[in-house]
Structures are given as structure tokens and as C-alpha cells.
């Protein structure tokens, strides 16, 4: 008997009817005699519906009212999905982040857990209910509704089957496993059977939308096995019998044991936009000053490159989500004027590609051929950045499928 | 400088627009120096579409996950009211019922308040804000969601200026008062400045569904000043300006100061369904017997008629809402075997009219009045039900219009 959690996303829960195929899925676990805890996302759709109505009121919605709108998409489908397992005769009770309780910070649209309580949940799995958790919610320490952010499900799955020290963390999703790459741009992708959790957050935050970036890094600190796998598949995969179904997130040991190759997928993100801060005073500091005041407008920032100054200056470059673009642009403008910097670069009509495998780190040249590959194509590099096991590069936006398909091809990914 | 209590239903925060009036006109009192605690309802349709999609999982909703599912419509106009007065530089913060909170019994999809904690919201008011309520929802001791049942945000309206101690607590609905009747049926219904509790009582009892009729009990109860006004109409009612708009209602002695009719108005009710059980043994706890089974199976019974036995039986009826005759029939069926009854008979195409007025206690012959004026017009009454201050009649439904109109006429309500 293993204690599994799992989570479905928006589309595995967007009708009625889907809701009562996961009911089933579910019931076919608990009948194993498996615990099953579930997350679950709004019904699709349902969010955007919420969020159109709060732009409706305010431009920029008040984050704590925000929330408490924002949050009763993932309550639908709760109460809905514990009735859907009651008219099967499964005993299920749902709760809200609140009532687990989910503790988190008090950024509101952005918290992140802090704490989640055990008991009930415990209790309620050990009198044989199924135990539904709405996803991307928790409370503040004054009882303020609070949300995770867009995708924040999967970190709502990920920290309870960390508090709960579960068998196995399941993510259903529309696509059964992690690829190569997108099959909708290179169809030849392969599905892999494991993935590191480095290649995994590598890929992930590099657009790779199977899971987000803060559950895996959750997953990897709190050693949760996580396997990400589809929904519409009729095979079920539970850990402990060996199956292989969708891909398996692992610690970097277990998948060393297996033949890999030296990359594990070409990642892409198409919605970034770069910004370069020019003339800036090359002293300690500078960098700080810059991005402090971007993190404090609550903008993400994506890479970072400073280069080595000339003349006592130097070209600060960073990237950003394209729809953070303009207010990133606004606070770049401030910052400018408090440097003395000389000018600001911007360009919105960029993307970045990425390779990455923890192979890369013994085997040189992986930087080379990627290059090489690109620039047999007259594909313009206009930013490099690199990790111990991956190579960004930021390109036009234009040739974003064509890079992908030649490198997906290079690097042997196909086969 | 007052505290005030406003509740908005459904059809006054229908839409994004309307929820910006709304918002204008809290504004307007705020600005005028009150403290408002702001009661909502769910935006007019949502809690109809969240009732289909329960009812597309299971046809007969588990309770408990029920009001989980429908609670989130209240929590949506909460958030998205507090944001509108926020665009309108007002400071307002959301409370759902579980974070006021609100604590109520555990009968789910019914369930009654028991007490309300008003530390927070005291606070939030004495820092200057408005606190704006989800109505029709609570919490149980365990932390479950519940709800208060169908038009619950007038009683939790009522009960928050109960606990608050409000000067005023003001219903604003799509009508600008309530009527001697229904304006619908009756053109020259005339709007009454005031009401006695008790008339409201029955009235709202006999289908004005102006108010709910718990709302009225509680206001009753506990001396809550209660104002039922449109909020279509630009004219703003505040109690201590002596402003007459919409119906104040009110303790008996204020109302007797005042000139008043015999009859304040002729009440009706469409969804009506009556049931008979003929043949009972005439003993004591029969109607305990029949009246028990029904209830636990929460179908609320409305008129409750037994007549002298003959032959050592006698004759049991009852109406209840025509939605739950089916059920009420099929419990009836089972205490039929039960006590040896002889038959079931039963009618769902009646309606319940009613005159109501504190009057009627000094003035004799308003029962014969009302029936004289209906075998005018022959028609018949199947079931006759009095209070202290109301007569009610049970009669075909096809006559209702006619019977409404011809009472109203005799009671010179047009005057």
C-alpha cells in the first residue's frame, strides 16, 4: 500500500464529464488500496474567466481581493470532484489551501508555503476518504486567502507530498511525459523515461510548460519521487510496480545508472523580451541597484549578462516575460537616470533556446556544435548564457522553430 | 455618524458595471461620515450555473461539497466589489463567512448562524474601511463551508447588525419596497412606507419575495432597524435623515402611531403542492408522526391543517413547495403503511393567497369579506389556515391572478 498523491491540471478536470473520468482513475487507485491524496487545478478556462472579470474592475487588480476571486476557480473543482467520487461510492472530502491548512507568505498572487498541516488529512486518509486539495491556494497567518501564482498547483501537489512524505508524486497532464523537445515544432521528439531534476528545472524554466519550475525544485529538495504523466493514458503508473509510464523525475544517481545522451532536450521559451542598460559605472553594486528595482516591481527577471566593462563602463542585459516587458521598460528608465547610465536597448521580438543535459559536463564541445549548428542556418546569436549543464541563447523570434528543429536534430535526439 | 449594514442581491451586482455602482454608492455614504458593512450575493446566474454543474455530477449533491462548490459565487462578488471601491480610492477589505467568521450548525445547504465574531470587522471599520461580507455563507465548528440556503445573504445582512449593533440595515433588491401586492399582478399595488415585523413576516411567508422570511425573524428578534429599498433609485435612504424612501419596517407601537389600513397587503404563493392523508387513527402523536418524517428529510412544510376526527380518524393536510412534492409523496407513501392510513390524496396545481395586516385583530369580518369576495367570483377554497393576522386560502392555481386582484380591490388597497 503506497500513499500517492496526484495532481490534475485544468484540461483533465475541464468538464463534468472529465471530472468523472478522474473520479474513476482515482477510485481504481484507492481500490489497489493505495491513499490517495489529490490536487486539482480550475476547471479550464475558469481562471481566465475570473481574472477577465477582476481587469473588468480594476487595471491592476488589488492583489488581496485578486486572491480571493482568483482562488474560488480551484474551489469548483474540488466540491465537484469529491461529489463525482461519492456517486461511485468512494468516501472523499475536499478542502480548500484554507482549510488544510496551507500556510504561506503574504505576497499575494506570488505566496509561497511556509507550512502544511498533516493532521486532518492523515486522519481522513486513515478512515479510507480520498482527500482533495484545491491546488494554488493557501492562507497567510491572518487568514488572508492567498494564491501561488500561475501553475502553482503543481507546487501545491509537490509540498504536500513532501509534508506527507508520500510514495510517489503523480502530474497528469495533456501530454504523457516529458520530451525532447515541443512535438508540435519538431515531431520526431521522444518522450524520456527519466529526467534529473537539474535537467528537469532547466527545461521547465526554460519554457518547457510540463511542470513548473517551483514545484521541481520543491520535488528535488524534498527528495519526492515526481512523475509527470497523462491523463487521457488508460495505463496507470504507480512506482512501486515497476511501471514506466510517463517520465520519471529522478535524483541524477539513479538516472547515471542508465544509458543517456549527452543532451536530454532542447527547451525554448517564445514570450521574453530583452533589455540592456548601456554606459552603466562599472563599480560593486551596480548590478544590485538595477535588479532590486526590478524585483521589487515584482517582475521576474530571466537571464542576466554583464560583460567586462570598458572605460569604466559596462553593458548590463537582462530578460524579462514579453508582458512585463513595458513595466520593466518604466523602471529601467528611473534606474538610468539614479546611474548616469547612457542609454537603454530593448527589443520585444526575441525568444531563447536552450540545450541542456547533465552529460554536458563531461563532454566538451556540446558549446561548439550548437554554435556551429546555428550558424550553418545564418541564425544571429544576440545573447549567450550558460549553466554547468545547458546553453541558452537568445535569437529572433522569427527563427524559433527552425533553431529548434536543427539543433533537436544535431544533437541526435531523434534517434 | 452611523454604522449601517447594506446588503446587494444578485441582480444589483449582476455584471461588472453594476458592481461599480454599487461601489459609487457605498462610496457616497462612507464619504458622508458611516461606517458601511457591505452584504453580497453571488453576481444573478452564477449560483444557478454552479447548482447545474453539482447537478451534472450527482443528481442528488453531497451537502457538504455542495456548498463548497456554491459558496464561491458570493466569494467572487466579494473580491471584485472590494476592488471597484478601491478603484474609486475607498479602502475595503473581503471577508468570506469562514473569515468574519461566521459560525453556523452544520446543516449543510440550510444551515443557521449561531454566532458572529465582529472583532475584525470592528477594526477594519474603526481604521476607516469599508468591510464588504459574502452573504449566505458561514463556517461550522470544524472550519466546514456552509451555506444559509436559497436568499440566505438578507439573514446574514441581518445578523451581521444584529452582532454590530447597526443603526440601519438596508435590502436593496430590483424593487423600490414592498407592496400591498405583487405591482405585476395588481398595477395599482401602492408601495407601504411601513410594515410591522410580524405583517412582513407573513407576508414574506406567503411568497413577497422581497425578503427572506429568517432575515425578518432575526431582524424581529433583535430589534434590527430594517429597510428594504430599490437599488436602481438615486435617492439615498439613511434612518437618522427621517428619509422615507423604500419600506421601513418596523416594531409594532411605531407603526400604530400611524394611520393604517385593516389589510397591508394580499401575499401570494405560485410553487404550492398540498398532500392529504385521509383515514389517520385519532390519537395523540400522529401529527408528530407524519410531520416528523418529513421534516428530517428536509422538506420544509408550510400550511399544517387537521380537522375534528369522526369515527375515531380524522384527516391530515399539509402543503409544501411544489419542488419537494415528489419527495414529501413518496415519504407519506411509507407513514401511510405505517399508521394504517387510508388513503393519499394529494394536488399540485394549487396556490396560496393570503391578506395580511395587524388590523384585522380589532376589526372583525375580514374572514368574511375575503370569502364573500371569492364566491363572487366562484371560486373555490380547498384548504383555509388563519393566524392573528392573516387569513390564507388554498385554491386553484389558475385562479390566482384573478383572486389576488379582486382582494386587493376589496381591502381598498388601491386607495
New interface residues.
Given amino acids: 500500500m503506497a500513499l500517492i498523491v496526484q495532481k490534475y491540471g485544468g484540461t483533465s478536470v475541464g468538464s463534468?464529464e472529465r471530472?468523472?473520468n478522474v473520479a474513476k482513475r482515482i477510485a481504481k487507485f484507492q481500490r489497489q488500496g493505495h491513499q490517495v491524496v489529490v490536487v486539482v487545478s480550475a476547471m479550464s478556462g475558469e481562471t481566465n474567466r475570473?481574472i477577465a472579470?477582476?481587469k473588468?474592475?480594476?487595471e491592476q487588480?488589488?492583489p488581496?481581493?485578486?486572491?480571493?476571486?482568483i482562488?474560488?476557480g480551484e474551489?469548483?473543482t474540488?466540491?465537484?470532484l469529491?461529489?463525482?467520487l461519492?456517486?461511485i461510492n468512494i468516501n472523499a472530502?475536499?478542502y480548500?489551501g484554507?482549510?488544510v491548512k496551507i500556510l504561506t507568505d503574504n505576497t499575494f498572487t506570488k505566496a509561497r508555503i511556509i507550512s502544511i498541516e498533516e493532521n486532518n488529512i492523515r486522519r481522513d486518509l486513515n478512515d479510507g476518504k480520498v482527500v482533495i486539495v484545491a491546488g494554488f491556494q493557501g492562507v497567510d497567518k491572518d487568514?488572508?486567502?492567498t494564491t501561488l501564482g500561475r501553475g502553482g498547483s503543481d507546487t501545491s501537489a509537490v509540498a504536500l507530498a513532501a509534508a506527507l512524505k508520500a510514495d510517489e508524486c503523480q502530474i497528469y497532464t495533456d501530454v504523457d511525459g516529458v520530451y525532447t523537445t515541443d512535438p508540435r515544432i519538431v515531431p520526431e521528439a521522444k518522450k524520456l523515461d527519466t529526467i534529473t531534476f537539474e535537467e528537469m528545472l532547466e527545461m521547465a524554466s526554460q519554457g518547457s510548460k510540463v511542470l513548473q519550475i517551483r514545484a521541481v525544485e520543491f520535488a528535488g529538495k524534498y527528495k519526492v519521487k515526481l512523475r509527470v504523466l497523462s491523463s487521457l493514458d488508460e495505463k496507470d503508473a504507480i512506482a512501486s510496480s515497476g511501471n514506466n509510464s510517463g517520465t520519471l523525475i529522478t535524483i541524477e544517481e539513479d538516472k547515471q545508472k542508465m544509458e543517456h545522451a549527452i543532451i536530454s532536450g532542447i527547451a525554448f521559451n517564445r514570450d521574453e523580451a530583452k533589455l540592456t542598460l548601456t554606459g552603466v559605472p562599472d563599480k560593486p553594486g551596480i548590478a544590485f541597484q538595477i535588479l532590486n528595482a526590478i524585483s521589487q516591481s515584482n517582475v521576474d527577471v530571466d537571464m542576466i549578462i554583464q560583460n567586462v566593462g570598458r572605460d569604466g563602463t559596462t553593458d548590463f542585459s537582462f530578460t524579462v516575460n514579453r508582458g512585463e516587458f513595458e513595466k520593466a521598460l518604466s523602471i529601467l528608465e528611473r534606474v538610468k537616470l539614479q546611474l548616469g547610465a547612457r542609454e537603454i536597448l530593448s527589443d520585444n521580438k526575441i525568444c531563447k533556446i536552450s540545450a541542456v543535459g547533465v552529460g554536458m559536463r563531461s563532454h566538451p564541445g556540446v558549446a561548439t556544435k550548437l554554435f556551429q549548428t546555428l550558424s550553418d542556418e545564418n541564425i544571429n546569436v544576440k545573447m549567450i548564457s550558460t549553466s554547468e549543464i545547458k546553453i541558452s541563447v537568445v535569437i529572433d523570434e522569427k527563427y524559433l522553430e527552425l533553431a529548434v528543429r536543427v539543433l533537436h536534430k544535431a544533437f541526435g535526439l531523434d534517434k
Avoid at 488581496?64 to 476571486?69: G, I, L, M, N, S
Fill in positions: 463534468t471530472i468523472k475570473l472579470l477582476t473588468e474592475i480594476q487588480p488589488d488581496r481581493e485578486y486572491d480571493v476571486v482562488s474560488t474551489q469548483v474540488i466540491g465537484l469529491a461529489m463525482a461519492q456517486d472530502k475536499s480548500t484554507g482549510q487568514g488572508n486567502i
